[in-house]
């Protein structure tokens, strides 16, 4: 009897060892296991708890430093009233959610250009372009494109990788519209083909960032992509501050200022990021003024990064976009006199095809050794998306006149422009008549950004729900109205002062809904915290 019993505790045990070597984790043994193996001496003790292989303080810090405030918080509150207003109908003081927090202009039943996607369909589906039914449905000019741009496509595969700069064909077209718009030659071998223009700007980050000791000069307020982006790639933002109270203006002193500030602080700055139209100022450049930052960046060996994604968002009839280049190579610098680097995409303008994902960035002023490198990263990501490629060749070389599409094209372009003009005055007077708000002209891009003058009381209930005072009034309008804009405290700004971001895209339909709302609101509480 006792050989049995001395023989089943030694199989116990030599189970338990192997169940312990096989799971490794205690809570996987049986409780019998568990406690032979703490009534045995010769038993391994049961191991310790182990740390989550992941968490916040074992992620990289760069990615909990950078944000992006455009689909931050805010929206995610927006997006779960949402679906509250779906399962609940009633349950709010409004009936629908007005995204009003970033450019995305069909997201808010904006039209795609006709022409635009007609030639994308036919790219994309090519064994309909020999029945005899496409010539019904679709434009000639559109087939005639379409088979165009297949023929530059190696097998005439939209499914295919193409060269890792983008199909050379399309990098032409592109090519040869800036050097209609710009009036300078343009070369298909300084476009880099990328998926829309956000990629492009990591890109050249990932370039020029060796370390934090390295600084980007960018416009306060700014764009978050560059913060968070600069962010990510371990630089340093060195700020520059655009003059409220002269329109949004760039001066060139401010750029001095800062420029010594961070060489004092052991900052070596590498580039000089201008976005014209402003994102989210609004605000278009006057040609002496580019001629001054370009002027500016030659002197002090800068790269010139000039963000130009909203060229075709030009509302006022006295100012007039310039491209960078077009304004360098005026000045008598040529290829090799400035490293300049222009931004376009497809999603912004009167396109608006932000989920296409298209754009490019021309790269001029670079060493061929540079250039390589360039090419490398490019080449890491094998290649854009085709349908975006082929977009941007689209919009840098729309129908012209006498093709069958000229009419119908311009017609929806201007449509579209007027109307937005129209949205951005309707939305701007609005603004001016709030108690305590100031609004500059939006001249072009897709945003307004008023400024607030909040009651000392307000500021006092933000600080003890731990918001800043502008995204704490931008959560109680989401709240009354249903209106989604974006504090501008996720863009930076002057400090003590509060703004918000407010797109012009909503349809004219909304609008007056918009303004009605957001002037009840504002009065409302402005009321509840006066001093």
């Given at each position: 009897m006792r050989r049995f019993v001395i023989g089943r505790a030694k199989s116990?045990?030599?189970?338990?060892?192997?169940?312990?070597?096989?799971?490794?984790?205690?809570?996987l043994l049986c409780p019998f296991s568990s406690s032979l193996s703490r009534f045995l001496s010769s038993s391994p003790p049961p191991p310790s708890p182990m740390a989550p292989p992941v968490s916040l303080a074992t992620i990289n810090p760069k990615v909990l430093q950078c944000e992006y405030a455009v689909r931050g918080e805010i929206v995610t509150l927006a997006q779960n009233l949402q679906e509250d207003l779906k399962s609940n109908p009633g349950s709010h003081p409004f009936d629908e959610i007005i995204y009003c927090n970033i450019g995305n202009p069909q997201s808010l039943n904006q039209q795609p250009i006709t022409f635009f996607r007609e030639v994308l369909a036919l790219c994309d589906h090519p064994s309909i372009l020999?029945?005899?039914?496409?010539?019904?449905?679709?434009?000639?000019?559109?087939?005639?494109?379409?088979?165009?741009?297949?023929?530059?496509?190696?097998?005439?595969?939209?499914?295919?990788?193409?060269?890792?700069?983008?199909?050379?064909?399309?990098?032409?077209?592109?090519?040869?519209?800036?050097?209609?718009?710009d009036g300078f030659p343009a070369n298909a071998n300084d476009i880099f083909l990328t998926d829309g223009a956000s990629?492009?700007?990591?890109?050249?980050?990932?370039?020029?960032?060796r370390s934090e000791e390295d600084g980007i000069l960018c416009p306060i307020p700014q764009y978050p992509l560059y913060s968070a982006s600069i962010a990510l790639h371990g630089g340093t933002l060195v700020p520059y501050y655009l003059d409220e109270a002269a329109g949004w203006g760039l001066e060139t002193s401010e750029l001095k200022k800062q420029l010594e500030d961070a060489k004092s602080k052991g900052i070596t700055v590498r580039a000089l990021v201008v976005i014209n139209p402003g994102n989210p100022t609004g605000q278009v450049l006057a040609e002496d003024n580019q001629r001054e930052i370009v002027e500016f960046c030659k002197q002090e060996g800068l790269v010139l990064l000039a963000d130009e994604v909203y060229q075709e968002n030009v509302y006022?009839?006295?100012?007039?976009?310039?491209?960078?280049?077009?304004?360098?190579?005026?000045?008598?610098?040529?290829?090799d006199d400035l490293p300049l680097v222009s931004f376009q995409s497809v999603?912004?303008?009167?396109?608006?095809?932000?989920?296409?994902?298209?754009?490019?960035?021309?790269?001029?002023?670079?060493?061929?050794?540079?250039?390589?490198?360039?090419?490398?990263?490019?080449?890491?990501?094998?290649?854009?998306?085709?349908?975006?490629?082929?977009?941007?060749?689209?919009?840098?070389?729309?129908p012209k006149v006498g093709d069958e599409s000229f009419d119908s094209y311009s017609a929806e372009k201007d449509g579209i422009l007027s109307s937005l003009a129209r949205r951005a005055k309707t939305l701007e007077d609005a603004l001016k008549n709030l108690e305590g708000v100031t609004?500059?002209?939006?001249?072009?891009?897709?945003?307004?950004?008023?400024?607030?003058?909040?009651?000392?009381?307000?500021?006092?209930?933000?600080?003890?729900?731990?918001?800043?005072?502008?995204?704490?009034?931008?959560?109680?309008?989401?709240?009354?109205?249903?209106?989604?804009?974006?504090?501008?405290?996720?863009?930076?700004q002057v400090p003590g002062t509060w703004h918000f971001r407010c797109t012009i895209l909503p349809q004219e339909d909304k609008i007056p809904a918009i303004v009605s709302r957001l002037t009840e609101f504002h009065k409302s509480f402005m009321d509840e915290f006066r001093d």
């Amino acid at each position: 009897m006792r050989r049995f019993v001395i023989g089943r505790a030694k199989s116990l045990v030599t189970r338990s060892h192997l169940y312990h070597h096989r799971y490794q984790d205690q809570s996987l043994l049986c409780p019998f296991s568990s406690s032979l193996s703490r009534f045995l001496s010769s038993s391994p003790p049961p191991p310790s708890p182990m740390a989550p292989p992941v968490s916040l303080a074992t992620i990289n810090p760069k990615v909990l430093q950078c944000e992006y405030a455009v689909r931050g918080e805010i929206v995610t509150l927006a997006q779960n009233l949402q679906e509250d207003l779906k399962s609940n109908p009633g349950s709010h003081p409004f009936d629908e959610i007005i995204y009003c927090n970033i450019g995305n202009p069909q997201s808010l039943n904006q039209q795609p250009i006709t022409f635009f996607r007609e030639v994308l369909a036919l790219c994309d589906h090519p064994s309909i372009l020999d029945k005899s039914e496409t010539q019904g449905l679709f434009s000639a000019d559109a087939i005639e494109r379409a088979w165009q741009i297949l023929d530059q496509i190696p097998g005439r595969a939209t499914g295919a990788y193409s060269h890792s700069q983008g199909i050379k064909g399309l990098r032409d077209t592109i090519a040869a519209g800036i050097e209609a718009r710009d009036g300078f030659p343009a070369n298909a071998n300084d476009i880099f083909l990328t998926d829309g223009a956000s990629p492009a700007v990591h890109m050249m980050m990932q370039l020029l960032i060796r370390s934090e000791e390295d600084g980007i000069l960018c416009p306060i307020p700014q764009y978050p992509l560059y913060s968070a982006s600069i962010a990510l790639h371990g630089g340093t933002l060195v700020p520059y501050y655009l003059d409220e109270a002269a329109g949004w203006g760039l001066e060139t002193s401010e750029l001095k200022k800062q420029l010594e500030d961070a060489k004092s602080k052991g900052i070596t700055v590498r580039a000089l990021v201008v976005i014209n139209p402003g994102n989210p100022t609004g605000q278009v450049l006057a040609e002496d003024n580019q001629r001054e930052i370009v002027e500016f960046c030659k002197q002090e060996g800068l790269v010139l990064l000039a963000d130009e994604v909203y060229q075709e968002n030009v509302y006022v009839p006295e100012k007039k976009f310039h491209s960078f280049k077009k304004v360098s190579r005026s000045m008598g610098y040529g290829e090799d006199d400035l490293p300049l680097v222009s931004f376009q995409s497809v999603s912004k303008g009167y396109y608006g095809e932000c989920g296409k994902r298209g754009g490019y960035m021309e790269v001029t002023g670079f060493s061929p050794e540079v250039r390589e490198q360039i090419y490398k990263m490019a080449s890491v990501n094998l290649c854009s998306n085709i349908s975006g490629q082929i977009l941007a060749s689209l919009i840098m070389s729309p129908p012209k006149v006498g093709d069958e599409s000229f009419d119908s094209y311009s017609a929806e372009k201007d449509g579209i422009l007027s109307s937005l003009a129209r949205r951005a005055k309707t939305l701007e007077d609005a603004l001016k008549n709030l108690e305590g708000v100031t609004c500059n002209k939006a001249e072009g891009a897709m945003y307004l950004f008023p400024c607030i003058q909040l009651p000392e009381k307000a500021i006092k209930a933000a600080e003890a729900a731990k918001k800043a005072p502008d995204a704490f009034y931008c959560q109680r309008l989401l709240n009354a109205t249903g209106v989604v804009v974006v504090p501008g405290s996720g863009f930076r700004q002057v400090p003590g002062t509060w703004h918000f971001r407010c797109t012009i895209l909503p349809q004219e339909d909304k609008i007056p809904a918009i303004v009605s709302r957001l002037t009840e609101f504002h009065k409302s509480f402005m009321d509840e915290f006066r001093d």
